[in-house]
Nanobody, 123 residues
Framework: QVQLVESGGGLVQAGGSLRLSCAAS????????MGWFRQAPGKEREFLAS????????YDAESVKRRFTISRDNAKNTVFLQMNSLKPEDPAVYYC????????????????WGQGTQVTVSS
C-alpha cells in the first residue's frame, strides 16, 4: 500500500502561482511513477502530468503544458506540481496518484490516490 497526502491548495488570484505537494508513505516511493489529476464539479477527472520513477522524464497534458510543471524528490518521498499563470478555469480538486507506468494519462493506470486538495482561483 502507498498512502498519498496532498497539500498546498488554496485561494489564489488569476495569474498567480501555487505549488502543490504530495507526500507518500508506505512502499518504496521511487518504485512508482507519479501523476497529477484534477476534477472540477460535474466533470471527469482530468490528467495533468506524470513523472517517471527517477524523475528524469515527464509527460504533460497539452491543456496545461508550459504552465504546470511536475517534479519529484525521492529522498523526501514527495512529488510536486508547480502551477503558474493560474486561470479562472483551473479551480478543481487536485489529486496525486501512484502507478506502475509513467507515460499514461488515464485514471485506471494508477493504483493509489490521495484525498485531494482544493484549488480556487479568483478573477
Amino acid at each position: 500500500q502507498v498512502q498519498l497526502v496532498e497539500s498546498g491548495g488554496g485561494l489564489v488570484q488569476a495569474g498567480g502561482s501555487l505549488r502543490l505537494s504530495c507526500a507518500a508513505s508506505g512502499r518504496t516511493f521511487s518504485n512508482y511513477a507519479m501523476g497529477w489529476f484534477r476534477q472540477a464539479p460535474g466533470k471527469e477527472r482530468e490528467f495533468l502530468a506524470s513523472i517517471s520513477w527517477s524523475g528524469g522524464s515527464t509527460y504533460d497534458a497539452e491543456s496545461v503544458k508550459r504552465r504546470f510543471t511536475i517534479s519529484r524528490d525521492n529522498a523526501k518521498n514527495t512529488v510536486f506540481l508547480q502551477m503558474n499563470s493560474l486561470k479562472p478555469e483551473d479551480p478543481a480538486v487536485y489529486y496525486c496518484a501512484a502507478g506502475g507506468r509513467w507515460m499514461v494519462d488515464t485514471t485506471y493506470e494508477y493504483d493509489y490516490w490521495g484525498q485531494g486538495t482544493q484549488v480556487t482561483v479568483s478573477s
